[in-house]
């Protein structure tokens, strides 16, 4: 199964966008990092993605995930696992990507996003995708005290609430925040556009999640790649100020 994606290039960062999620390559020279990898349906899809921007499989020198939901934790199970590159996470988000538990949307939270625009061709959509798949992720460990040495330096930024050990990355070379789901700017069961918040019940934590958009708002970037929707220009405050207008806590 092949899924059409975009890909938007800023420095030397590549946001690759799906209908339903993104990923991103970071590139310095012959290097790559790899930021999520999609759907477990999607694996294919980000090598293929890798392959068009001129690289190979065996230039991608460290994985990192933003957070441990099926969507973008699932295609780099079957990427680590082939290609024995390195993952890293938050630490408070490897048990989750072990799978010792789930925070994710079950069937019990189902009915607070059915009634949404689109929500059942985005359930049936996902489905296909393997958005059911419980498999974990065992080779993910956490984000090394001293830094990372990767493509891009990324600069690790907690961003907890979406899950409890949600990490966004920063690119400060190419000036931009990979920010996962703490900040999204598009989804198939929202009718906004721009900087938001995902809808009620997708997050674990809602109330940390606006927290976290503080921690956002600090950060020196000037594009937003987000882990749904399409790339945003602008300062990460103003991103964070939209994004927090639309959590709307006493509405769904
Ligand atoms: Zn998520």
């Known amino acids: 199964m092949t899924t059409p994606y975009a ?38 899809d980000v090598e293929r ?14 994985m990192l995930l933003t957070h441990a939901h099926v969507d ?14 390195d993952v890293w996470t938050g630490a408070r988000e490897v048990p989750h990507a072990h799978r010792d538990y789930l925070q994710q949307l079950g069937p019990l939270r189902v009915p607070l996003v059915l009634w949404r625009h689109g929500a059942l061709a985005w359930l049936v959509d996902i489905v296909r995708l393997g958005g059911t798949d419980r498999e974990g992720l065992p080779e993910a460990q956490p984000l090394p005290a001293t830094g990372l040495d ?18 966004s990355y920063h690119l400060p070379g190419s000036g931009i925040l990979v920010s996962g789901d703490a900040l999204i700017t598009g989804h198939a069961v929202s009718r906004l556009r721009g900087p938001q918040l995902l809808p009620r019940g997708f997050s ?10 503080e921690e956002i708002a600090e950060v020196d970037a000037g594009t937003l790649f987000p882990g749904h929707g399409p790339a945003w220009t602008g300062s990460m405050r103003e991103a964070a100020g939209l994004a927090r207008a639309t959590a709307g806590f006493g509405r769904p």
């Open 7 to 44: 890909i938007t290039r800023v420095g030397d960062a590549y946001l690759v966008s799906t209908e339903h999620v993104n990923w991103v390559l970071v590139e310095d020279g012959h290097d790559l990092t790899l930021i999520d990898g999609g759907y477990p349906a999607n694996a294919a």
């Open 49 to 62: 993605s890798v392959r068009e921007i001129g690289h190979q499989m065996g230039d991608i020198r460290g």
């Open 72 to 85: 973008h934790l699932g295609g780099l199970v079957h990427l680590a696992q082939s290609h024995s590159v």
């Open 150 to 167: 990767l493509p891009g330096s990324p600069v690790p930024v907690p961003t907890p609430g979406h899950t409890d050990g949600h990490t």
């Open 204 to 213: 674990h934590d809602r109330r940390a999640t606006v927290d976290s958009l």
